[in-house]
């Protein structure tokens, strides 16, 4: 079983950018894809992007692209995802999540384990 734990969220001025971190143990990381979600207070969990188990394939979705980079470094199991000009609509807990299976899913029940979340907050 893969575990993830998540780093690099805190607070950060409209404009600005961070760099959130996801952690993997476990053997099977390199096969599986992987993905970013959130949860604003009071809304649903949504995707935010993926990443197919050798990096080739990125999906972002529609408010995040063009600003957000997911990447992935199989040898160190470690994925990334990059924020710049971050807004406060950015503002949520994220998630990293990762399905045992190679190609990208922006539908959360397709992924079968998670991590315990990062908070990130953008003021105005």
């Known amino acids: 079983q893969v575990q993830l734990v998540e780093s690099g969220g805190g607070w950060v001025q409209a404009g600005g950018s961070l760099r959130l971190s996801c952690a993997a143990s476990?053997?099977?990381?390199?096969?599986?894809?992987m993905g970013w979600f959130r949860q604003a207070p009071g809304k649903e969990r949504e995707f935010v992007a993926t990443?197919?188990?050798?990096?080739?394939?990125?999906r972002y979705a529609d408010s995040v692209n063009g600003r957000f980079t997911i990447s992935r470094d199989n040898a160190k199991k470690l994925v990334y995802l990059q924020m710049n000009s971050l807004k406060p609509e950015d503002t949520a807990v994220y998630y990293c999540?990762?399905?045992?299976?190679?190609?990208?899913?922006?539908?959360?029940?397709?992924?079968?384990?998670w991590g315990q979340g990062t908070q990130v907050t953008v003021s105005s």
């Open positions: 999540a990762g399905r045992t299976a190679y190609n990208t899913s922006p539908k959360a029940d397709q992924y079968d384990y």
């Open positions: 476990g053997r099977t990381f390199s096969s599986n894809a």
């Open positions: 990443i197919s188990h050798r990096g080739g394939t990125t």
